[in-house]
């Protein structure tokens, strides 16, 4: 689909000029019905287009976070198990097990919330050998909290993306509307003024350099009775 700005733009560019050569009583013009459809549907559009990119940020923020909790989970059990490795030394193969020395720290949420929560009954078990080497128990303790955090993000960011995913459907839909009303009236612009070229270039129909890069959209000047 064309870039949301363009069609946007578009949308706004054929609404002043529709308004501009309405019909009236005893003079040709675009009817009164296609200039309401196009502001209504121009409207819908802008919303849903702010209301797709405010999700699109919303899904971005989380999954930030959810690094975030991740690479601190990642260091947190990285640490525990260093703890284990200076008190008991590599050679322990029996503790080296029970601490998980050797798996390898997978980048995953569920794995990550497993292996924290497991991570903590058996640092808190061996509490007394790993305070010799910088682990505390508050330390121990945020292993759960890391665990339920992380769990916690994860299921937002979840959320977040289906969000993105209907409201991302609900601005094609509504661009989509957009664009053919927009098509619509240009099409009666064509027949009404097809021996007038300025009217026909306000619509953009003659004129207007394909692919022209266009400002940015601005608000539709606004309709005086």
Same mark, same amino acid.
């Given at each position: 689909?064309?870039?949301? $700005?363009?069609? !946007?733009?578009?949308?706004?560019?054929?609404?002043?000029?529709?308004?501009?050569?309405?019909?009236?009583? @005893?003079?040709?013009?675009?009817? $009164? /019905?296609?200039?309401?459809?196009?502001? @209504? =549907?121009?409207?819908?559009?802008?919303?849903?287009?702010?209301?797709?990119?405010?999700?699109?940020?919303?899904?971005? /923020?989380?999954?930030?976070? =959810?690094?975030?909790?991740?690479? $601190?989970?990642?260091?947190?059990?990285? #640490?525990?198990?260093?703890?284990?490795? /200076?008190?008991?030394?590599?050679?322990?193969?029996? !503790?080296?097990?029970?601490?998980?020395? @050797?798996?390898?720290?997978? %980048?995953?949420?569920?794995?990550?919330?497993?292996? !924290?929560?497991? +991570?903590? @009954?058996?640092?808190?078990?061996?509490?007394?050998? +790993?305070?010799? %080497?910088?682990? #505390?128990?508050?330390?121990? =303790?945020? +292993?759960?909290?890391?665990?339920?955090? !992380?769990?916690?993000?994860?299921?937002? =960011?979840?959320?977040?993306?289906?969000?993105?995913?209907?409201?991302?459907?609900?601005?094609?839909?509504?661009?989509?509307?957009?664009?053919?009303?927009?098509? #619509?009236?240009? %099409?009666?612009?064509?027949?009404?003024?097809?021996?007038?070229?300025?009217?026909?270039?306000?619509?953009?129909?003659?004129?207007?350099?394909?692919?022209?890069?266009?400002?940015?959209?601005?608000?539709?000047?606004?309709?005086?009775?």
């Amino acid at each position: 689909m064309e870039q949301m $700005d363009e069609i !946007l733009q578009q949308g706004i560019i054929t609404l002043t000029a529709a308004r501009k050569h309405a019909a009236s009583d @005893g003079t040709d013009g675009i009817a $009164d /019905g296609q200039i309401k459809t196009l502001e @209504g =549907q121009l409207g819908e559009a802008g919303l849903k287009n702010n209301e797709q990119q405010a999700a699109v940020q919303k899904a971005a /923020g989380l999954t930030q976070q =959810q690094n975030e909790k991740m690479a $601190d989970s990642t260091a947190a059990i990285k #640490r525990i198990r260093e703890a284990a490795k /200076g008190e008991y030394g590599e050679e322990n193969k029996a !503790l080296m097990k029970e601490f998980h020395v @050797g798996d390898a720290v997978t %980048h995953s949420v569920k794995k990550l919330t497993t292996e !924290l929560t497991y +991570l903590q @009954g058996v640092a808190q078990t061996h509490n007394v050998d +790993l305070a010799k %080497h910088g682990i #505390r128990d508050v330390e121990i =303790q945020g +292993l759960g909290a890391l665990a339920s955090s !992380l769990s916690g993000i994860d299921a937002e =960011q979840e959320i977040a993306k289906k969000q993105q995913k209907a409201k991302t459907s609900e601005r094609d839909a509504a661009m989509k509307a957009l664009r053919r009303t927009i098509a #619509r009236v240009r %099409h009666s612009a064509k027949s009404i003024f097809a021996d007038d070229p300025t009217v026909l270039a306000e619509f953009e129909l003659i004129g207007r350099a394909k692919g022209a890069k266009q400002p940015p959209p601005t608000p539709p000047p606004t309709q005086t009775k």
